[in-house]
């Protein structure tokens, strides 16, 4: 089999983030979301990757790169524009030719990631698997509807819910799907649904299997469920200090402390995870929190956060919470009168103030 990894998106609902940087590439637990899909693939015994790639497409090839590191192959797969999950599967038809493939959104995190599916495809001989999970608003998804295992019915974010069932980011095809994509027609927001060439299978009398996921599974399209997904990863993640602590410190629980940074007179309660050359500095560091590498972080206390690399948090009044910090960023006390809020924002910020 050979996998796609959708990684074309613009993620306007994590901006100004992703102003700057590719929705795939922000980290949980200081592993970009996308290297998380590249492992799923790899562990299911797929290593011939196409990437989809939009507008940061430089971006995604200069951090993945040939794919070596993981033991795969990876080739990239330009998208002039986001026109839709079956568009993306339409273009890569000349890369996938007649192979089976695993199609992952690389916004996507599963829990255990999606091998047991892929095993369960190839031997069930099904034209397509989709995995589906129980959700509670479904008008904000492609739902289906199950009877014993088979799929009847999709439909594409429906305004009256015929289901609760939503389609998760992993899809199972054959070659046939490439029949399908190349007969549907561009819905009312001019986009190739996914859920239609599903759909189009269905009704031309092909094996569509459905496996309802009991573990969890987030788009990490926004913040909250950026936060959601880093503390489930940090508390899956097993504890090792290779950085300096000194003997004023306390480390607690959980906790990854990468070789070069360094803990001074604070206090690190787990799960959290501390990259290289980052330094903490007479500070609290609260559970579920991320810190990349190249910061600083003195005289502040922080809890259930992501901060990005080379970001510097100096002297904060108040504890810093459920918040995602983005790269070279500086929040600190300001030392000049009269004593103001002095914020530099780009669109689509949101701040919370004592």
Not at 282 to 293: D, E, L, V
Request: charged residues 20%.
């Amino acid at each position: 089999m050979k996998g796609l990894i959708l990684s074309g998106g613009k993620g306007t609902r994590l901006r100004p983030i992703t102003y700057t940087s590719a929705k795939q590439l922000v980290p949980v637990a200081n592993k970009p979301v996308l290297f998380y899909g590249i492992e799923y693939m790899v562990e299911a015994g797929i290593t011939d990757i196409g990437i989809v790639v939009g507008d940061t497409r430089e971006e995604i090839k200069n951090a993945v790169g040939s794919g070596d590191r993981w033991g795969a192959k990876v080739t990239y797969i330009p998208q002039e524009a986001p026109l839709g999950l079956a568009h993306a599967v339409k273009i890569a038809e000349p890369y996938l030719g007649s192979d089976p493939f695993v199609m992952y959104l690389g916004d996507n995190m599963i829990e255990g990631g999606f091998a047991p599916f892929v095993r369960e495809y190839q031997s069930g001989g099904y034209n397509c698997e989709v995995l589906l999970k129980r959700v509670p608003n479904p008008q904000q998804y492609g739902v289906a509807v199950v009877e014993d295992g088979t799929v009847q019915r999709l439909v594409e974010k429906p305004r009256e819910p015929i289901s609760n069932l939503a389609l998760v980011g992993v899809y199972m095809f054959d070659h046939h799907v490439f029949e399908a994509v190349n007969a549907i027609k561009p819905s009312a927001r001019g986009e190739l649904e996914i859920t239609d060439a599903i759909q189009y299978l269905l009704d031309h009398g092909y094996h569509i299997h459905a496996h309802e996921l009991d573990g969890w599974w987030f788009d990490t399209g926004k913040m909250e469920d950026m936060l959601e997904v880093n503390r489930l990863v940090l508390d899956s993640l097993q504890p090792a200090i290779e950085g300096y602590v000194d003997s004023d410190s306390q480390i607690l629980g959980k906790v990854t402390l990468a070789k070069s940074a360094e803990v001074i007179n604070s206090v690190i309660r787990g799960p959290v995870i501390i990259g290289e050359r980052t330094r903490i500095v007479n500070s609290y560091i609260g559970p579920f929190t991320a810190i990349h590498y190249g910061c600083t972080i003195t005289n502040s206390e922080i809890e259930h956060s992501i901060i990005l690399e080379n970001s510097q948090l100096l002297d904060l009044p108040g504890r810093l919470e459920s918040s995602l910090i983005g790269r070279n960023v500086e929040i600190g006390r300001s030392p000049i009168k009269p004593k103001a809020y002095k914020m530099i924002l780009g669109d689509h910020s949101k701040v919370g103030v004592l």
